[in-house]
């Protein structure tokens, strides 16, 4: 199964987003910021196949994190995560209409589907909303 690294902030966002990815089966390394997942990535040749990054982040955005982790592990693939409205997601390097990005709030299904189309290579634009259970 592939391995994730899953960089959020918050503690209860991460915690819950990294329960709904071990659930589905994935391999889930955790950090609480960019510099504590370099140093991750740095220090372990974690067989990683994802990075999921939240965008705003204190001291490193999840767009300069996804550039260092991406030079140590080439061939990465990338999924942002982000509460935020599109002027900020803007002002941190991260376009609104990006395919590998995947606004708060959503359904653990909307998170496992998007994944599971990254890791596939066939990214597709999903912004979440709309009906769905088990919201983050």
Request: aromatic letters at 2%; a negative charge; charged letters at 25%.
């Amino acid at each position: 199964m592939s391995g994730i690294l899953l960089v959020e902030d918050d503690p209860k966002v991460r915690q819950l987003i990294g329960e709904m990815l071990r659930r589905r089966g994935y391999q889930v390394v955790e950090a609480g910021g960019g510099r504590e997942a370099v140093s991750l990535v740095e220090q372990d040749p974690l067989a990683l196949d994802l990075l999921v990054a939240d965008v705003v982040m204190p001291s490193m955005s999840g767009r300069e994190l996804a550039g260092i982790v991406s030079s140590l592990r080439p061939g990465i693939k990338v999924l942002y995560i982000s509460g935020y409205p599109d002027d900020q997601l803007r002002q941190h390097g991260v376009s609104p209409l990006e395919a590998n990005l995947l606004q708060k709030p959503f359904t653990q299904e909307e998170l496992i589907r998007k994944v599971e189309e990254l890791l596939r290579g066939e990214p597709k634009a999903l912004r979440a909303g709309g009906a769905g259970t088990h919201r983050l």
